[in-house]
């Protein structure tokens, strides 16, 4: 599965008076700021609703905040497999056939995910089928059967997908590096999951996440497109109200410490590249813990990889580099900062000295200006417009994605917080995360091409 590289945002409670539903109204619902709809059912289940009427679809998207970061060694990569059974047999659906039959009934297109924080589960439908669709949804949410054949047969899937992840050239480098950040504890951050563990996944497992993690009080139901928030709200009563709450799944299930980052050289082949691969990586702010530098984190990264930059400048247009990029994870467990560029083999060492020489400058006052800083706050402010443009991408990425990661609270106040940054506040972050922070840099290249390099950690770490 394909790692975000976000500006994370987004969501949690808002309403009208309604029925036995239990929530706050936000001031300024429906606006650009804050477009969610959000009220609490008695069970704990959160009703999210944008509206967005040009087009007669609504999309429904269930969130469990479940993934890797949930997973001990002994379920490592079963969350994903868990994804793969909510579209088989349950307690009303008698088979697959019979729930892809209704599914083309009622004129769906389906997709899930699952990423280390949160897995989603979306049914993009016409919107005179919604109340069908989320009854239709509340059978797969509430009550999967884990029928032992679908078990079997879709273990097999999952590891044909590890098979054709493995196939990546760039795999046996992304697995290093998982190791040499994340030490004892990968498994919290591989969603893929580990294969013996996948190959030994049994019905029994997957009830033991559902009665963990599938948990009304530990789940959203999503609703985006030509809906209103009352009517979504009188479904999911109707359909979800009587759903049974559960014991709460944190922090008795929240993930250990990572051990401190050391510095380290990770060198892997990267099969058939003819360039060579290099990257910067460091342990970033979580959020719920340093809130204010994820803002930062978001601001800096997005200034330094603006075409005007001078890190951009000093590498790309200097003819050191083919591709510069850097980015921040936003995560409540350890978000990761990565610099990244992409390099001819000849100009590999001069590159990589390069980005230490622009490392160290910075912190300095005339590293950006005030101008840079300025269109790069304003930059973040235009993507988060762009994000919503789109009602079934935006529920489904940056709405699911944040209601199980931020809260609503931290979307909301987003511009807001990010225009208050200053240069010292960017400073403060580089000094906390990244300037003579340890990190791990690893570097990917054809068999051959490393050879030629003949890289040693003396050489290339500082």
Known sequence: MTRPTPIFLLLLALSSPFGKLQAQKHTNAASPDDPFWVKTLPNGLQIVVVENHLYPIVTVDYVAKNGSYTESDEFAGLSHLYEHMFFK???VMSSEDEFNERSRELGMSNNASTHEEMVEYHFTMPAANLKKGIEFMSY?????AFDSGDVEREREVVLGEFDRNEADPSFALLRALDSALWGRDIVRKEPLGQRPVIK????AKMFAIEHKFYIPNNSAL???GDVTPEQVYKLAEE?????KRGPEPFPTYAPPAFAPLRTQLIVRETPEMPTVSASFNYFGPSIGKDDKNTYAADLFSTLVTNSTSHLYQSLLDAGLALNVSMSYYTQTNVGP?????ETAPEKAKDAIKKVYQEMSQWT???YFTDQE???AKEKLAIQRLYDQENPTNFITNTGAFTWAVTGIDYYNHYIENVKKLTREDITAFLNKYIIGQPYVLAIGASRENLDKLNLTPAEVLQ
């Open 89 to 91: 047999k349950n307690r």
């Open 140 to 144: 797969a949410i509430e009550s999967p």
């Open 200 to 203: 030994s996944a049994t019905p």
């Open 222 to 224: 999503l609703v985006s």
């Open 239 to 243: 359909y979800l109200g009587k759903w």
């Open 337 to 341: 900062i990565a610099l990244g560029i």
């Open 364 to 366: 300095k006052p005339n």
């Open 373 to 375: 800083l300025e269109n």
